[in-house]
């Protein structure tokens, strides 16, 4: 069954600790993407890959780190520099540009 | 990059009723996606809109992208309560990232 998994669906950390966000894709797409979601607000761009081996900074990416070693993987660092960090993350992949995207289900980062 | 307004931020309905949302911009947009979130859950693709005047259905659904290419609409005929979610449009900036619009959230009262 493809798709994207991202795990944990719930992280609790303290203040000041690095935290890293997994998700993966079985869907054989090159691009993949973070957002980060807030209450009643849309989707901003953390990151994105074209391809494995390069990423792009997108709008909110201070604080934040991403690396893409495999096709499979695109892990999401969220550093201690990120002033405010509690939010919904989500990942998401596409076939390629001008694509739809497709979402996994989230983690919802809880920072204390 | 592009920059998309969509209006209501939020709509609250009985079952039965009709349902827009708009999506606008200042720019002539190459295409333009729908999609729905549920209370709780991720984003889901609903659909692409590429040509000027373009209209598509899925049911209950109908989607209108502009003459101009600016603007775009998701009408929901007689909602239910599983149309209950925030509903954004997105479009692409360049070629490779999507920007979003802030959503419409629907409720649906039974």
């Known amino acids: 069954d493809g798709g994207i998994t991202q795990s944990p669906k719930y992280l609790f950390r303290k203040e000041g600790q690095n935290v890293t966000l997994s998700c993966e894709q079985n869907?054989?797409?090159?691009?993949m993407y973070w957002y980060r979601q807030d209450p009643g607000q849309g989707l901003r761009l953390i990151y994105y890959?074209?391809?494995?081996?390069?990423?792009q900074k997108g709008d909110i990416a201070e604080g934040y780190s991403v690396s893409r070693e495999k096709k499979e993987s695109f892990p999401l660092t969220v550093t201690s520099a990120q002033k405010n960090p509690t939010a919904f993350y989500l990942c998401?992949?596409?076939?390629?540009?001008?694509?739809?995207?497709?979402f996994g289900p989230g983690t919802r980062l809880t920072v204390l | 990059g592009q920059q998309v307004m969509q209006i209501p931020q939020y709509q609250h309905v009985q079952e039965g009723e009709d349902f827009t949302t708009y999506c606008n911009s200042s720019?002539?947009?190459?295409?333009i996606q729908w999609y729905k979130q549920r209370p709780g859950g991720h984003p889901v693709f609903l659909i692409q809109?590429?040509?000027?005047?373009e209209v598509k259905k899925q049911k209950r659904l109908t989607f209108q992208f502009g003459e101009a290419k600016k603007n775009s609409s998701l009408h929901i005929t007689a909602t239910q309560t599983t149309d209950v979610g925030t509903y954004f449009c997105?479009?692409?900036?360049?070629?490779?990232?999507?920007?979003f619009g802030k959503g419409t959230m629907l409720l649906v009262s039974p």
């Open positions: 998401a992949s596409s076939m390629g540009r001008l694509r739809e995207q497709f």
């Open positions: 869907l054989n797409h090159d691009a």
């Open positions: 890959s074209q391809i494995v081996n390069d990423f």
């Open positions: 720019t002539t947009l190459s295409n």
């Open positions: 809109l590429v040509k000027s005047g």
């Open positions: 997105a479009v692409y900036s360049g070629y490779s990232t999507l920007t």
